[in-house]
T-cell receptor
């Protein structure tokens, strides 16, 4: 069974540029999460989807961050414009059988 | 709000030593507790979990007991191996499909 797939694995951009991350969850998993992991820290939840509905986006900085999961499968997380402080690893996870399965993450570097 | 505190690393041990990584939590109600592990170059993997007080989670020789009276979920292993070198995260969930609240992680280094 394929795991959670994320792309790209690495992204380097200049500040003020837009960036997007893509996630494909494990097949059949209705719940999808985006987490932010700063260097030396644990992951922090940004948003949770149940199918195509965002049911918890209280920690998503909505002035520059947006997310979508239009068909309830793949999801995209976008930052526009990116700031230096957004340099981090962005993790996607999906839930099955009371367990969250994590993807490898996208490491973003903002110069 | 919910929070998880775990001992800071790095923790350096010799092979076959006894391991304890402390984890305490603050949460309302009765959260589920987890230990995740991140091996070098890999994603987070669930190591073990416990969903109610006095439950013991175990996997790959690691154990942790859900202690409600001390709000703790310490990770232990009797004899560590070089292959156990990784970053370990303690986490909690209020239940259901809620997101996880993680500690900062503990970097474990096992020397041969």
């Amino acid at each position: 069974e394929a795991g959670v797939v994320q792309s790209p694995r690495y992204k380097i951009i200049e500040k003020k540029q837009p960036v997007a991350f893509w996630c494909n969850p494990i097949s059949g998993h209705n719940t999808l999460y985006w987490y932010l992991q700063n260097l030396g820290q644990g992951p922090e939840l940004l948003i949770r989807y149940e199918n195509e509905e965002a049911v918890d986006d209280s920690q998503l900085p909505k002035d520059r961050f947006s997310a979508e999961r239009l068909k309830g499968v793949d999801s995209t997380l976008k930052i526009q414009p990116a700031e230096l402080g957004d340099s981090a690893v962005y993790l996607c996870a999906s839930r099955g059988g009371n367990e969250q399965f994590f993807g490898p993450g996208t490491r973003l570097t903002v110069l | 709000g919910n929070s998880v505190t775990q001992m800071e690393g790095p923790v350096t041990l010799s092979e076959e030593a006894f391991l304890t990584i402390n984890c305490t939590y603050t949460a309302t109600g009765y959260p589920s507790l987890f230990w995740y592990v991140q091996y070098p170059g890999e994603g987070l993997q669930l190591l073990l979990k416990a969903t109610k007080a006095d439950d013991k989670g175990s996997n790959k020789g690691f154990e942790a007991t859900y202690r409600k009276e001390t709000t703790s979920f310490h990770l232990e292993k009797g004899s560590v191996q070089v292959s156990d070198s990784a970053v370990y995260f303690c986490a909690l969930s209020r239940g259901g499909a809620d997101g996880l609240t993680f500690g900062k992680g503990t970097h474990l280094i096992i020397q041969p």
